[in-house]
């Protein structure tokens, strides 16, 4: 059974940072693309950031551009996301995500077929 497990979610001011990680086991994800979604009460999920299997490839939506990074550790099978310079605006429920198809791309909510349960950020003076 797969899972993606996601902690280092919490509560913190503006400006400073968090460090989300994203545990995958079941399988392993080392050929696949995984990514970072969030959704707020009343809207739809939102893409983040993704990144390829083997991290030459990194995408961000404009609003974290420059302040989040993605990473992964394909030994650990794991994936983060460092979130810098955190505002109001990102407080949010975020999901780590895992596609099934190996070698493929996409920054897609539907490419997704793994989700874990996510965790909440939330920035708050």
């Known amino acids: 059974q797969v899972q993606l497990v996601e902690s280092g979610g919490g509560l913190v001011q503006p400006g400073n940072s968090l460090t989300l990680s994203c545990a995958a086991s079941?399988?392993?994800?080392?050929?696949?693309?995984m990514g970072w979604f969030r959704q707020v009460p009343g809207k739809e999920r939102e893409f983040v950031a993704a990144?390829?299997?083997?991290?030459?490839?990194?995408q961000y939506a404009d609003a974290v551009k420059g302040r989040f990074t993605i990473s992964r550790d394909n030994a650990k099978n794991t994936v983060y996301l460092q979130m810098n310079n955190l505002k109001l605006e990102d407080t949010a429920v975020y999901y780590c995500?895992?596609?099934?198809?190996?070698?493929?791309?996409?920054?897609?909510?539907?490419?997704?077929?793994?989700w874990g349960q996510g965790t909440q950020v939330t920035v708050s003076s």
């Open positions: 995500a895992a596609q099934s198809q190996l070698y493929y791309y996409s920054t897609n909510f539907n490419a997704y077929d793994y």
């Open positions: 079941g399988r392993t994800f080392s050929s696949a693309t």
């Open positions: 990144i390829s299997w083997s991290g030459s490839t990194r």
